[in-house]
């Protein structure tokens, strides 16, 4: 089973701030196979990024993705107030799928 | 319009069997794969299971095998997590989603229920 680790565990911010969100992989995600999800409260998770750096329909471009192998990162370059959440990245490239543990993303 | 419902939570005592059902509409549910993905309260998302479109089951998590079961109706437009053997730590939202294509670099989820809730308690 692949492990994605999240980090940081929270990070607190301010708006037009930002972020930079990583998920390293116990070993190396086959072909980029890794997919980065928004979650807020009371709600199903929201697709933002797969392979690694493609953006899903209708995702601002302020969200981006990149990083391969082992070593993954989302990036929101300027924080606007609806992007506080809780974001997971997911590995598919496994039969095994799994889902980094998830980093908060707060308002500082 | 892309709809997936479950049904099924509740209040099971440990050692009992629950099924869940996820009703789905607006898309042709036999061409497509679906997954389980459930959440503890207050934890982070657990992927569980997939199903292909015609019914092949993945490998489950190690922390369910043996235990849940995946399937399908594709005449009813239907996808089932069975769960047997329920305990404490089976607690939690089980959302269902739908794969994005067939295929590995399907397995991404632009489409999920609203999820039901599990509680495993005497």
């Known amino acids: 089973e692949i492990v994605l680790t999240q980090s940081p565990g929270t990070l607190s911010l301010s708006p037009g701030e930002r972020a930079t969100l990583s998920c390293r992989a116990s070993?190396?995600?086959?072909?980029?196979?890794l997919a980065w999800y928004q979650q807020k409260p009371g709600q199903a998770p929201r697709l933002l990024i797969y392979?690694?750096?493609s953006r899903a329909t209708g995702i601002p471009d302020r969200f981006s993705g990149s990083g391969s192998g082992t070593d993954f990162t989302l990036t929101i370059s300027r924080l606007e107030p609806e992007d506080f959440a809780v974001y997971y990245c997911h590995q598919y490239g496994s039969s095994l799928q799994t889902f980094g543990q998830g980093t908060k993303l707060e308002i500082k | 319009e892309v709809q997936l419902l479950e049904s099924g939570g509740g209040l099971v005592q440990p050692g009992g069997s629950l099924r869940l059902s996820c009703a789905a509409s607006g898309f042709t549910f036999a061409s497509f794969p679906m997954t389980w993905v459930r959440q503890a309260p207050g934890k982070g998302l657990e992927w569980l299971s997939a199903i292909g479109a015609s019914g092949d089951t993945t490998p489950y998590a190690d922390s369910v095998k043996g235990r849940f079961t995946t399937s399908r109706d594709n005449s009813k437009s239907t996808l089932y997590l069975q769960m047997n053997s329920l305990r404490a730590e089976d607690t939690a939202v089980y959302y269902c989603?739908?794969?994005?294509?067939?295929?590995?670099?399907?397995?991404?989820?632009?489409?999920w229920g609203q999820g039901t809730l599990v509680t495993v308690s005497s």
């Open positions: 070993q190396s995600v086959t072909s980029s196979y």
């Open positions: 392979g690694a750096s």
């Open positions: 989603a739908k794969y994005s294509a067939s295929g590995t670099a399907g397995r991404v989820y632009a489409h």
